[in-house]
């Protein structure tokens, strides 16, 4: 869903989701997906609500994260568990919930791992490596 857009205009793609919903326009696609994300974050409203928002930067040295990446990683990860992608996350995710009932704490949990696959991905020019990720998704549910 997200690969293949240029920053802006994934983040257009966000900010446009959620002026439909506030409008009551019905949601089409992605948007439903994205809206589910964004009401779970209700510290990113107003930042949604400008329009400046797009083209901002946020400075991992200054102690800031990006909130369109933090999004755009949950919704990867709901992407991930309704097509079991890679084979497999869905029932790894099946035994985490029952180690933690909270599903918002259980995402962050394994956006740690998905950081971490796109980052080894990121800095070898490798493909993600998804065998990897389930690893590092078993560990965590192990620990939980």
């Known amino acids: 869903m997200l690969y293949g857009h240029d920053r802006r205009a994934l983040r257009e793609l966000f900010v446009r989701a959620w002026r439909k919903q506030s409008a009551g326009e019905p949601l089409e696609g992605v948007e439903t997906l994205i809206v589910g994300v964004v009401h779970r974050h209700p510290e990113y409203h107003a930042l949604l609500e400008d329009e400046d928002s797009t083209v901002r930067d946020w400075s991992p040295e200054q ?47 394994m956006m740690d791992c998905l950081g971490e696959m796109l980052w080894r991905a990121g800095r070898s020019g490798q493909p993600p490596d998804t065998r990897a990720y389930l690893e590092c998704l078993k560990r965590i549910a192990r620990r939980s």
């Not at 994260?65 to 709901?78: V, Y």
């Not at 497999?88 to 985490?96: C, E, I, K």
């Open 63 to 109: 102690g800031e994260s990006n909130p369109f990446l933090h999004m755009g990683m949950h919704i990867a990860i709901e992407e991930g568990l309704m097509l079991d992608e890679p084979r497999g996350v869905r029932d790894t995710y099946r035994h985490m919930r029952e180690q933690l009932a909270d599903e918002h704490e259980l995402q962050h949990r």
